[in-house]
């Protein structure tokens, strides 16, 4: 004789499906899926602290481990480590690319960086000031320079293209900075830039 479900249906037609938990027949809108298949809503709530946070699936205590991020699965620990990047087996590149992420890369060029070449004697203006180095490190927001001085004046009865081909004259106003110091510019600042044809200046005048 056929029976009917708890849902008030007869079994031959009913959608019922059983709890893997505690065995009784439950609607397919009140079951839940937890690790071991599909369970009621009141065993998986019993056993949602159980829960991995990595995949949402609820497992026993004895399969769940705790750190600092939250409780996971063996499983879901598994993938983390497969994922997980070693530092050391980074190329320079891929180095790179995951700086550029950050807006910033503390990785100086090794040669050249665009038009910017290390070791170039420069002549650079600013939207302020002037300055004469030598490249030392390029990155993407500055640029460092060696034996640098700023230019207070290039001489006002001088024009510009005198003073770029000629060099600093006895009336150009020069403020070196100390030996050994690094200058730090912002490349962003930058208006524009060209080769030293001279030796940098190193005495005030």
């Known amino acids: 004789m056929e029976v009917r479900c708890v849902c008030g249906r007869w079994e031959s037609l009913c959608a019922c499906r059983t709890c893997v938990i505690c065995g009784r027949s439950t609607p397919p809108h009140r079951l839940v899926i937890v690790a071991e298949g599909e369970a009621c809503e009141a065993c ?29 699965c063996a499983a879901c620990l598994d993938a983390a480590k497969e994922r997980a990047m070693n530092i050391n087996d980074l190329t320079i590149g891929e180095a790179r690319k995951i700086a550029q992420l950050f807006g910033r890369s503390d990785a100086p060029a090794s040669g050249t960086d665009g038009p910017w070449y290390v070791g170039a004697a420069v002549f650079i203006r600013t939207v302020t000031s002037h300055f004469t180095g030598q490249i030392l490190r390029v990155y993407p927001g500055e640029i460092v320079l060696g034996s640098a001085a700023w230019i207070a004046d290039t001489n006002e009865g001088c024009r510009f ?12 106003e020069i403020e070196p900075y100390p030996e050994g110091s690094e200058v730090i510019i912002s490349r962003g600042a930058i208006v524009d830039a060209t080769e030293w044809q001279h030796p940098l200046p190193r005495v005030q005048q």
């Open 161 to 172: 293209a005198d003073f770029l081909r000629d060099g600093p004259d006895a009336k150009t």
């Open 44 to 72: 998986a709530e019993s056993t949602r602290r159980n829960c991995c946070d990595g995949c949402g699936l609820n497992y026993a205590d004895e399969h769940l481990r705790r750190c600092e991020s939250g409780t996971y």
